[in-house]
């Protein structure tokens, strides 16, 4: 099958690679471009453990074609911490004990990056709507919740 | 075996290439790419079209047109369009919702096509690259002889008054799930009594239908418990629920006339 290229900045950096054609994006970056963040757990949309953000707007990478990314934006949770220092939200998960196996983490903190991006302030209600879409086998959710709630009043403290 | 993508800058270059075997239109892939990654071999070719008319919204007195391309979050943000909000926001999680297209969900089959229950109860027509308008009751039920060269380009349809659209989905997963149910409807009142009644249902069929035998049964009398009960019985006229692993076909039936009755006295 024809190989083609795919061009993206993927969190922060250009990046080129060639790909066969129909391949996804989740698996463009794992196999590709050494990015393991994003898992693939189901490949049908279910479990949202490949969550990456595509010119600032959530998505499924495991439902995405690489080829159709020509161009965008990508962040993946790889790219939140910066450098030793991690991302708020990567704290608070290690905080608030939000991740066991670990497996669903890097979707759910996308998901709740994109909330919180939108939505500094959130409610239980918002989280919970914000992460409907990413399935967790290990946690009952419950830590996850706090932990994205954590975040919000860290990032509010520390810009009061 | 590989999968090629093609992408036009018009939709009339996307429909012209939809001719050849082995195509499939691809909107926001929620439903194409899960096929390719579990190896569908129905097709080898993937086209899809960047034409900007197919992501406009218009609203305006004489009707509102959605583009096939719009995607529920582009429903969800729209302020002419908050009606169409429940059902826009019934469709998946976040990110789901910042894929799936208004034009797919008319592809979608049962338990899938919440936001394709609100437009049929809201009388949409279907426009299609190259052969007009048709209604969307009878694209539903033409669809699959349309061929895969059938371009839909946008859906139109009349705003409904103010609160007289109606939108239900229930499921058994929250706060997301795939529907036991979908109702919309669209009921006008007079003098204390329905003067004009549209109500659609998803997962009563493998696609979502009108309830035509209700709608007649509601005209004429209060919208209470008692002037309902007619309409909940004739509800079960005609339909033939799926059975999969939300719901069985009788729970389906069964639960039909409750949340029907709840729906039209709220
Ligand atoms: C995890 C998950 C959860 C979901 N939950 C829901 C839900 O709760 N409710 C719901 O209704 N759906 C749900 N879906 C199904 C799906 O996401 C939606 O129905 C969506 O609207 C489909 O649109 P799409 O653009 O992604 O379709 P695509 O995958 O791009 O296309 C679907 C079909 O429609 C055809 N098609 C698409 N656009 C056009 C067009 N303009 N003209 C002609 N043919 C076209 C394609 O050829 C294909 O056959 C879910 C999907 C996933 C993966
Ligand atoms: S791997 Fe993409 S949603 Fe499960
Ligand atoms: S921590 Fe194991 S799936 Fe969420």
Redesign the pocket.
Known sequence: MAKISVQFTLNGSERAEFVESGTTLLAALRDKMDDTSPKGGCH?????ACTVMIDGELR?SC?TLAETCNGAQIRTTAGLANGEVLHPLQRAFEDAFAAQCGFCTPGMIMAAAALLERNPNPDRADVVEAIS?NVCRCTGYEPIIQAVLLAARANSTSAA | MGISLQTFST?SEAQAA?GVSGA????????????VNEGDLLFSTIV?TTDPA?SAIGTSDAGVRIG??V??SMVLAHPGLSYLAPAAR????PA?RN??????????PA???????ALLALDAKVS??GSGEMALEAFLQERDSLG?S????SVTFAAPTPDSFRFL?V?RVHP????VL?IAADIREEAGSVVQARIAL?CMADRAIRAHAAEVALVGRPRTKEGIAPALTAALEGIAPPTDAIASAWYRREVLPVHLGRLLLS
């Open positions: 049908q949309g279910a479990c949202g499924l439902l879409g | 939709a939809l499939r239109y691809m909107g926001g892939g929620t439903l194409v790419v899960r096929a899809r197919l096939a391309s995607t529920m019934a469709v998946g999680g789901v894929m799936a297209t208004v034009g797919g969900n008319l592809f979608a338990p899938y096509g919440d936001f394709t229950v299609i690259s895969a059938a371009l839909v380009t989905k499921s997301k799930g795939a529907a979908t998803g």
